[in-house]
Every structure is written in structure tokens, then in C-alpha cells.
């Protein structure tokens, strides 16, 4: 794709970035094949492609209005594009700086601006959050069933394990999961316990800085993952050999410290280092004897592979290699590359376009009729669980007894 951009643009890091992806674009449309919002609208402009053209006219000049800022808003970044792209263009890196420019240019309205600020002031915050939970869990009994529904059960939370292992691994324990689903990190630790690895906490460690990342305050992302950094910095030093993510949404991110912050003299090379320790608790447990856990009775599981996992980390079938390993029967999952609308606080700030995407999820999901859903992702697993007829798990929890 030829371009033509704004001088002031072309000069800077992020203009010779997007010029770069630009270029490598052909245009072939092979990406609204795989897009969740091009399916459901199909409007060029709500595909890759067409966001692409728009994003081309901003940094060559052309007027930004708030039909520009809709579209882009559209967007989930779900990235299957990048996985069906044959140029390899990292079109999820563009559309963030599409986005940067959008925020600059176009103002929200008022009821927007305030929503985002709600959000970015609550969920990255783990005391915050599990605050708020336990006021709308009280609430629950009074509320419609539709918002009821939302609003996730408290569960029962594991043991954590007691024993010391020569091998040591780091867990992030994130924000949101931290209130609404404790116990999958409890089951995490329990099952590296099984496997002989000890799984630490770092008491200073919080936000993966993807929800401030998502909403445009990179200001803020960068200080959460300067945060973590610290935090983590002495076990590291110490020996510990990964870092644990459960939430593949964060485990994406916490992947890309590296990137993010390249520019700083400060943390550069130990974000660099963050990036290379980072792993999936699928990489880690695929590698281990499973043998050693409990096996399943041949219970029936739909398994959800989140975006963040399939084409953010390019991790696919591991975690239904390592069911089956474990004596589970995976049920047949149409569209499974699709996006099941959760994306982050996609599903509250396009709660129409998110709630079409779950329904055709859980349809997909369900349709085999499988005991459980399984998932590897927070937010996929509290947005399936809002409209799902069978329970709905982080796959961690069932190799720790979930279905015992």
C-alpha cells in the first residue's frame, strides 16, 4: 500500500511505526473473512480493512470526525486478522495508534468521558474492585435477573499450597480476577504443586496495565507495569524461572512489556527480561509430567479459546491437548476463532455489538451439549458465564477437581 503521510506524523516513532504496517498491508481482504464485527455488520468499514483506510486518511491529513472514532470503537482487537493475514501486517498495533489519534482529535461526549474515567478509576485497582463486587453481590436479590446474572457467585476459594519446591515460578494475580475468581490462581498453584513447582505472590504487584492500555491512559499502563516490574524484580534476581499468567488477556500483554516500554532508559532492558520470563500456565503445565494429577471421568467440555490466547499468543490446542491428556472429551466448537465479545470493557462499552457476539458464541458452545464450558481468560469466562446454561470455568480449575 502506498502512503503519503503528514510530515509532522512520518517524523515521529509511532508515524514511521504505522507507515511501516501500512506498506505491508495489500489490501486483499482476506481479513474481514475473520473479523467478528465485519460478520455481523458487514460494513467494509467495520473490517481491518476498511479501518486501515481510515486510519491511512488520518495520518495523511485528512479530516477525523466521530464517524472515524465509531468505527475505530468498533473494533475488539481481537487480532484473528493477524492470524488469517498472509502479510503478516500487525494490524492491532496500528489500529492503537489509530486509536491514539482518534483521542486526541475528536472529543466524547460527556456520558462517555465519565464512563471511561469510572473504569479506569475501579477495575485496574484490586481492593477497589472486590469493594464494588461485594456491594453488587448484597444487591443481587433486588436487582432484575438480567443484571443479576451479570454479576459473578462467590466461590469457594482452594487451599493455597504450604510446601516449598526447588523450582520456583511467579504468579500474576491481576485485578479483576483477584475479586471476581480468586480461586483460579489458587487452583493454579495447586496444580504446579501437584506438578512440583511452588507459585509465588508479590504483595506489591497489581494491574497488568491492559485496561488503561485499552482506553487509551498509556500514561497509566506504563506506571502499572513499571509497578509490576519492581515488584517482581527480586524473585527474579532470586531464581524464580517464569512468570505465571491465568489470564491470557494479561498474559498477552505482560508479554509485550518489552515493546511497550523500549523507550525507557530505566526499565527497558528488565521489561525485556519480564517479556522473555512470561508464560501461559498452559506453556507451563504442557511441559510437565500430568500424570501426576487427577484424571476425569470422560466429563464433556466445550472449550472457549480466548482471542488473547489464540491470536494474541499464538498458543493453540494446548490447553485441549493437555484436557484430553487428563481424560476429558472435548465437544465440537464451530466459528471457534471467533470472538465471544468480552474484550476487555468491550462488552460495557459496546454492550449491543458484544451481546450479539456472545449469543453466537454460546451457541457455538453449547450446541454439543457439554457439561462445563471451560476458558482461559477473565473476561471470557464472566461474560460467557452472564448467559451460559452450564457452568463456566478457567480450565485450571478443572484439572485441580473442578468436576470431582
Known sequence: MQTSLLESIRNTASGREADAILRSCVHCGFCNATCP?????????????????????MLEGQPVTTHTQSHLDRCLTCRACETTCPSGVRYARLAEIGKDLVEQQVSRPLT??????????????????????????????LLPAVLARKIPRQEVIPTWPARQHTRRMLVLEGCVQRGATPQVNASTARVLDTLGISLLRAPQAGCCGAVSAHLQAHHAALDFMRRNIDAWWPYIEAGAEAIVTTASGCGVVVKDYGAYLRDDPNYSSKAARVSALARDVSEVVAGEDLSKLQKSSNSRIAFHAPCTLQHGQKITGKVENILQRCGYVLTPVANAHLCCGSAGTYSILQAELSQRLLADKLNALQSSAPAIIATANIGCQLHLASQAQVPVKHWIELLDGGLQ
Not at 464485527?37 to 486518511?57: C, F, H, S, V
Not at 485497582?125 to 461485594?134: D, N, S, W
Open 112 to 141: 462517555q468521558r465519565l464512563l471511561r474515567r469510572v473504569l479506569l478509576a475501579l477495575l485496574p485497582y484490586p481492593q477497589r474492585f472486590a469493594g464494588l463486587l461485594a456491594v453488587a453481590r448484597g444487591l443481587r436479590p
Open 37 to 57: 464485527t465485519y460478520q455481523l455488520l458487514g460494513d467494509e468499514l467495520d473490517g481491518p480493512r476498511g479501518r486501515i483506510y481510515l486510519i491511512k486518511q
